[in-house]
C-alpha cells in the first residue's frame, strides 16, 4: 500500500504529464517528436510548477488564518 506522500506525488506527476501534453499540442508537436530525456524535462517542470502552486497557496491559507493582511 503507498503511503500518503507516494500518492500526492502520483497524483502530481499524473498532472504534470497531463499538462505536458497540452503544452506539447500547443506548441504544435506531438510527444513522438520529443526525446525520452526532453519529454522527462517537460513533465519535471510541469511537476515543479505544480509543487510551486500548492506552497505558494499554502502559505497564502496559513496568512490567512493567522491573520496577516496583504499589506504586510
Keep these: 500500500m503507498l503511503n500518503i506522500k507516494q500518492k500526492i506525488n502520483k497524483s502530481i506527476r499524473e498532472q504534470a504529464i497531463k499538462k505536458a501534453r497540452t503544452r506539447i499540442i500547443i506548441a504544435g508537436r506531438t510527444p513522438e517528436s520529443f526525446t525520452q530525456e526532453e519529454l522527462e524535462i517537460i513533465v519535471k517542470e510541469e511537476e515543479d ?4 502552486n500548492y506552497k505558494e497557496k499554502g ?10 493582511g496583504w499589506w504586510i
Design 49 to 52: 510548477q505544480i509543487k510551486q
Design 59 to 68: 502559505l497564502l491559507g496559513l496568512a490567512a488564518l493567522l491573520g496577516i
